[in-house]
């Protein structure tokens, strides 16, 4: 049953901590909340247990109990104030606004939004955190898995393991047979993802810590601070895990450059062409025929093709953003036999037209590419011998990489990448490549050539 336990923090606040297991089973999962008062701790219990040891109906995780917050004259909840803050951020795009409150309407607020600004403590943002940890990821949450028809199910048996059958159209008898031979198995569930830590660290960061650091200032007339401290001093995220950028190494550019080929010919120039600029996604779509000039070897990012908000519907769209990100238009230079495959690519086309088109002629469709096009090309290189996660962003870091491997200067690297910051690009400095590897074994190769000759070890000219 729901036992109630009795916290007290460093600065003397008392807490009382309801828990209690799901469903009351004695292996079953823990669940608890947080309340400020004995008072609603029991009453809270009280429902625990009516409710057959689960939640009450109607109590969130982070409703912290049944209390009402009474909030002080002059103090605003979180939710009304974050979404006054949201509004006047005139720093942020209308796109950036829309999403840090979308991001707080959806993670935020239904777990600290009715709470008072100073009520919100490092205790509350902790459990917030571990609280965003537990929950399904949006593909997980939005697109449950279908149920299968005999036919798919047929199907995905089959290519599992390795029989002939055809992707699209009816499942042949002899393969419905065999099928329904082997017991009929259906495909392995896809396990249920969570929020990454990097999930709740951008959402701390744009649609937390923000609000409070804004409530230390003044007003626009001069009002005095809501708070003369904030919660997220001395708040730390849980730790995701470091993890290195995906990278293409040597032949592997080429697996993956032939399956995109071999799926869609002129998806495998965009593929190129992103490859060798280390243009973002965006830029790519959005350049168009002014911007690229074949004679001088450049490339001019001027522009990008983006998911923006319109304010006259308040819904996002897909839209050409006048600039790219950082608001830092940029050259990036080119060779020439890229530049004979991109002038052949555009022959025929207008100044205001997209080098690369979608089937219908106009920009290109993200979805449409990731779904029809790179989703199949990454699994045929999968069967090729290319188990890497590839993304358009791979095809980035690949470039900057490159750049760094050939000796090329950080701060070029920094303009030809559109870092706005230094520091982004430092981080490619960060982790060994095969070429960084054979850089550091050539250095150190006296020290090596002179222990051998010490312990008589017999040469070895491969130490790569």
Same mark, same amino acid.
């Given at each position: !049953?729901?036992?109630?336990?009795?916290?007290?923090?460093? *600065?003397?606040?008392?807490?009382?901590?309801?828990?209690?297991?799901?469903?009351?089973?004695?292996?079953?999962?823990?669940?608890?909340?947080?309340?400020?008062?004995?008072?609603?701790?029991?009453?809270?219990?009280?429902?625990?247990?009516?409710?057959?040891? *689960?939640?009450?109906? /109607?109590?969130?995780?982070?409703?912290?109990?049944?209390?009402?917050?009474?909030?002080?004259?002059?103090?605003?909840?979180?939710?009304?104030?974050?979404?006054?803050?949201?509004?006047?951020?005139?720093?942020?795009?209308?796109?950036?606004?829309?999403?840090?409150?979308?991001?707080?309407?959806?993670?935020?607020?239904?777990?600290? /939004?009715? =709470?008072?600004? *100073?009520?919100?403590?490092?205790?509350?943002?902790?459990?917030?955190?571990?609280? !965003?940890?537990?929950?399904?990821?949006?593909?997980?949450?939005?697109?449950?898995? &279908?149920?299968?028809?005999?036919?798919?199910?047929?199907? =995905?048996?089959?290519?599992?393991?390795?029989?002939?059958? &055809?992707?699209?159209?009816?499942?042949?008898?002899?393969?419905?047979?065999?099928?329904?031979?082997?017991?009929?198995?259906?495909?392995?569930?896809?396990?249920?993802?969570?929020?990454?830590?990097?999930?709740?660290? &951008?959402?701390?960061?744009?649609?937390?810590?923000?609000?409070?650091?804004?409530? !230390?200032?003044?007003?626009?007339?001069?009002?005095?601070?809501?708070?003369?401290?904030?919660?997220?001093?001395?708040?730390?995220?849980?730790?995701?895990?470091?993890?290195?950028?995906?990278?293409?190494?040597?032949?592997?550019?080429?697996?993956?450059?032939?399956?995109?080929?071999?799926?869609?010919?002129?998806?495998?120039?965009?593929?190129?062409?992103?490859?060798?600029?280390?243009?973002?996604?965006?830029?790519?779509?959005?350049?168009?025929?002014? /911007?690229?000039?074949?004679? /001088?070897?450049?490339?001019?990012?001027?522009?990008?093709?983006? =998911?923006?908000?319109?304010?006259?519907?308040?819904?996002?769209?897909?839209?050409?953003?006048?600039?790219?990100?950082?608001?830092?238009?940029?050259?990036?230079?080119?060779?020439?036999?890229?530049?004979?495959?991109?002038?052949?690519?555009?022959?025929?086309?207008?100044?205001?037209?997209?080098?690369?088109?979608?089937?219908?002629?106009?920009?290109?469709?993200?979805? *449409?590419?990731?779904?029809?096009? =790179?989703?199949?090309?990454?699994?045929?290189?999968?069967?090729?011998?290319?188990?890497?996660?590839?993304?358009?962003?791979?095809?980035?870091?690949?470039?900057?990489?490159?750049?760094?491997?050939?000796?090329?200067?950080?701060?070029? !690297?920094?303009?030809?990448?559109?870092?706005?910051?230094?520091?982004?690009?430092?981080?490619?400095?960060?982790?060994?490549?095969?070429?960084?590897?054979?850089?550091?074994?050539?250095?150190?190769?006296?020290?090596?050539?002179?222990?051998?000759?010490?312990?008589?070890?017999?040469?070895?000219?491969?130490?790569?």
């Amino acid at each position: !049953m729901a036992r109630i336990v009795e916290r007290t923090a460093k *600065n003397g606040a008392e807490s009382w901590l309801v828990k209690w297991r799901v469903g009351g089973g004695r292996h079953a999962r823990e669940d608890f909340e947080t309340c400020y008062t004995a008072e609603v701790a029991q009453t809270f219990a009280a429902l625990v247990k009516h409710s057959g040891e *689960n939640r009450p109906d /109607g109590y969130p995780k982070g409703c912290h109990g049944v209390e009402q917050t009474t909030v002080e004259t002059g103090m605003p909840t979180f939710e009304k104030y974050a979404r006054t803050n949201y509004a006047i951020r005139t720093a942020a795009s209308p796109t950036q606004r829309y999403d840090y409150l979308v991001e707080a309407e959806r993670h935020v607020f239904p777990f600290f /939004g009715h =709470l008072a600004l *100073n009520k919100v403590t490092r205790r509350v943002l902790r459990e917030w955190a571990e609280w !965003m940890l537990t929950k399904p990821s949006a593909r997980n949450e939005h697109q449950p898995d &279908k149920q299968l028809s005999s036919e798919q199910a047929a199907r =995905l048996w089959a290519h599992a393991n390795g029989l002939p059958a &055809k992707k699209t159209g009816r499942v042949s008898d002899e393969i419905l047979r065999l099928w329904q031979a082997a017991g009929s198995p259906l495909p392995r569930e896809r396990e249920v993802g969570t929020l990454s830590p990097g999930t709740v660290a &951008k959402i701390y960061r744009g649609s937390i810590k923000p609000v409070f650091r804004a409530a !230390m200032h003044e007003g626009e007339d001069g009002e005095p601070p809501l708070l003369f401290s904030t919660p997220c001093d001395g708040f730390h995220l849980p730790a995701a895990p470091v993890t290195a950028p995906a990278v293409l190494y040597g032949s592997e550019v080429e697996i993956y450059l032939r399956a995109v080929y071999d799926t869609d010919p002129a998806t495998a120039l965009f593929i190129v062409t992103q490859m060798a600029t280390g243009l973002r996604w965006g830029e790519l779509a959005g350049l168009h025929v002014s /911007g690229f000039d074949p004679a /001088g070897g450049i490339i001019h990012v001027v522009q990008t093709w983006a =998911l923006l908000l319109n304010e006259r519907t308040g819904r996002k769209e897909w839209q050409l953003k006048p600039y790219p990100k950082s608001k830092r238009r940029r050259q990036v230079p080119i060779g020439t036999q890229l530049a004979a495959l991109l002038l052949q690519h555009a022959r025929g086309r207008q100044l205001d037209e997209p080098i690369f088109r979608g089937t219908t002629g106009s920009y290109i469709d993200y979805g *449409n590419q990731r779904n029809v096009i =790179l989703q199949p090309a990454r699994s045929l290189a999968r069967q090729r011998g290319l188990s890497k996660h590839i993304t358009p962003h791979t095809l980035r870091h690949t470039m900057i990489t490159m750049l760094r491997d050939g000796g090329v200067a950080p701060g070029v !690297m920094q303009l030809v990448a559109g870092h706005e910051s230094y520091q982004t690009t430092a981080r490619y400095a960060g982790s060994q490549t095969p070429a960084q590897r054979k850089l550091i074994l050539d250095s150190v190769q006296p020290v090596i050539e002179a222990a051998r000759t010490v312990f008589e070890v017999p040469p070895d000219h491969d130490h790569s």
